[in-house]
């Protein structure tokens, strides 16, 4: 068993004021997404520019911390929502839901390409390998906080969390189980697969697909909040519940993708698509 760093959840207190590392864990994803956004701009194949990103990422960030808060309340604390409307804005309390933040993303993406003539993949497909670090991150501060921990566990690495509901029996730390796999090793899968030429979706799929995938086992080990519990069969979780979808989306996008451009991968982005009306495939990127 390993001892729980029980680390202090106030990182600097400034008067009245009290900044969070959970906060802090936030604005160091939004800041570690727009530079990898940057570095990708810099690829004269993207068509984006530094002011691009910049906007774009600003976009996102409303969208995430909008959309997570919004989808924590609605899928996982309703109840409390209802009877408490401010619980909505006490974000330093912990409490942001992944899929509600990527509903949040998505329609921050579909505003951007509106407003600047993109297509929507265009857009998700370049935001798409930049996302999971700050998901690593997110449950950075999930373990920090001392919240969403695993199942009892007698390995090595077992920790005894301090929140009374824990039973201070040794358990999985399952917060940096997901921030190993839904966050650092989903970004290195994506970032690889992205740096060469795709076909249009196919990026947003493997994310999606990757997510999902990363996730939906580790469900099996992080204990549901307490005021849900299991859905079904004493270990369908809402997390799994929405995690599938994102699975079979994700799948039928890199299919779509592949099915419509099999060549893209080989073709230069910058050669012009041709017509399938000469009996070739048009490339989509």
């Known amino acids: 068993m390993i001892a729980y760093p029980d680390i202090d959840p106030i990182a600097l207190q400034l008067g009245p004021v009290k900044i969070h590392w959970y906060g802090l864990m936030y604005l160091l994803g939004f800041a570690t997404s727009w530079w990898l956004g940057r570095v990708r701009a810099k690829d004269p194949r993207r068509n984006w520019s530094g002011a691009a990103v910049d906007d774009l990422l600003f976009y996102i960030a409303l969208g995430v911390i909008v959309g997570g808060r919004l ?26 839901s992944f899929h509600g933040g990527l509903i949040g993303v998505m329609i921050a ?25 700050g998901i690593a991150y997110g449950r950075i501060g999930n373990f920090i906080n001392g919240n969403l921990w695993g199942g009892p566990s007698d390995l090595p690495w077992a920790m005894v969390f301090p929140d009374p509901r ?36 196919a990026v947003s799929g493997l994310f999606l697909a990757g997510y999902g995938v990363l996730r939906f086992p580790v469900e099996f080990i992080r204990v549901p909040d307490a005021h849900i519990g299991y859905l079904a069969f004493d270990w369908l979780t809402m997390g799994q519940v929405l995690s599938a979808p994102m699975i079979v989306a994700g799948a039928l996008l890199m299919w779509l993708a592949y099915r419509w451009a099999p060549d893209a991968d080989t073709t230069p982005p910058t050669m012009p698509a041709r017509s399938r009306r000469s009996g070739t495939r048009e490339t989509r990127r």
């Not at 996982?76 to 009877?83: E, K, N, P, T, V």
């Not at 358990?171 to 690889?192: C, D, K, M, N």
Request: hydrophobic fraction near 50%.
């Open 109 to 133: 993406m579909w505003w951007f390409a509106r407003t600047r003539g993109r297509r929507f993949f265009e857009v998700a497909d370049f935001v798409a390998p930049l996302v999971a670090t």
């Open 166 to 201: 824990a039973g201070g029996v040794p358990r999985h730390p399952s917060q940096l189980y997901q921030a190993l796999l839904e966050g650092f090793t989903l970004f290195a899968i994506v970032w690889i697969y992205s740096r060469h030429p795709r076909p249009t979706m």
């Open 71 to 96: 989808g924590y309340v609605l899928f996982y604390d309703l109840g409390r929502f209802i009877d408490d409307p401010s619980l909505i804005v006490r974000i330093w309390q912990g409490g942001m």
